[in-house]
């Protein structure tokens, strides 16, 4: 989910818990801590491929990250009049708390996370809800507006309480409209499916992948779960998505494909693709291009990619482009 809607989280919340200026500032810094990683953006898009939603996206990340938080509340109240060492305790709790939270959300959205690193680098997602929230983000923009405006603990503590519930239920709501769209497309194709989230609660992108020996192929279908309707297909083909062992020479479309996962770069791209197509085509003596690209983002791959030149020796070099030239 979006930082501004993680920090309007810890903003209303940290109100509701009636929490003093410097407490209540950190808690807001606790609920936004998994997108510190966030900073990678300085090491331009690769870097944010790389490293958003890792190490910080973890239960041992947010546990190191709220002790440290503990910490610098502890440097700035231990020489409070009436400081306690339970309240350091206390908030280390409350600052565990809003990371988890921030988590949870994060898990909500179709970017998975493999959240029990370094013990284990499987990946979990649940699909539930966009990385950008519309409802979401307006229950909480709402309550901290109505909350600024009143100005007093017994509103903040119902707008707390007011707003947990609705985005609970609206939660709620779109599992429920996941599971319809799941059967929707089901019952008319009989084929088996998974189901994404889109921005507009009501839409669902619907997948069902098969798997050719020379072609796989996605059918994508929006569905509106509310008319139980199919609105849209269409049909994205790439080569077989293997990732088998190939050394030099690269002399096909399929070696240049499996050869280019090899690096690092491409590797995280494929970590974070849900719908992940591979494109082959000749780059005279000097090899093959490969272009990577999420069809989840777009049936084009125009909107997200990643470009490898693999030399027919062996040698890789690969950028990343938000923009790569379409084929």
Request: proline fraction near 4%; charge should be negative.
């Amino acid at each position: 989910m979006d930082l501004i809607s993680h920090g309007l989280v810890g903003v209303v919340v940290g109100k509701g818990l009636n929490l003093d200026k410097k407490s209540w500032f950190l808690f807001v810094a606790a609920c936004t801590l998994p997108d510190f990683d966030g900073v990678s953006i300085l090491g331009g898009i690769d870097a944010v491929f790389q490293y958003h939603r890792g190490i910080t996206h973890s239960i041992t990340g947010i546990i190191v990250g709220s002790a440290i938080l503990g910490l610098l509340y502890l440097v700035m109240t231990v020489r409070s009049p009436g400081f306690q060492k339970r309240d350091v305790l206390m908030m280390f709790s409350l600052f565990l708390a809003g990371a988890f939270g921030h988590l949870f959300l994060d898990l909500l959205t179709p970017w998975s996370m493999a959240i029990l690193w370094p013990f284990s680098d499987a990946r979990a997602v649940f699909d539930i809800t966009s990385f950008f929230d519309p409802v979401f983000f307006a229950v909480f923009l709402s309550a901290a507006i109505i909350g600024y405006y009143r100005r007093d603990k017994k509103t903040w503590k119902v707008l707390t309480v007011v707003s947990l519930c609705l985005v609970s239920s609206f939660f709620g709501i779109r599992y429920y409209e996941k599971g319809v769209a799941i059967s929707t497309v089901e019952e008319q194709t009989g084929e088996e499916v998974q189901a994404l989230p889109t921005s507009l609660p009501h839409l669902w992108s619907v997948v069902a992948q098969t798997e050719g020996e020379k072609v796989w192929t996605y059918h994508i279908y929006t569905v509106n779960a509310l008319s139980r309707e199919i609105l849209e297909t269409r049909t994205v083909e790439t080569l077989p998505l293997t990732d088998t062992a190939v050394e030099p020479p690269i002399d096909s479309p399929e070696k240049a494909a499996s050869y280019s996962r090899k690096d690092g770069k491409i590797r995280a791209f494929l970590a974070k693709a849900r719908l992940p197509v591979v494109e082959v085509t000749e780059a005279g003596e000097e090899g093959w291009q490969v272009l990577w690209y999420d069809a989840f983002m777009g049936d084009e791959p125009r909107h997200s990619g990643i470009t490898a030149r693999i030399g027919k020796d062996g040698t890789i070099t690969v950028h990343y482009s938000l923009f790569p030239e379409a084929k």
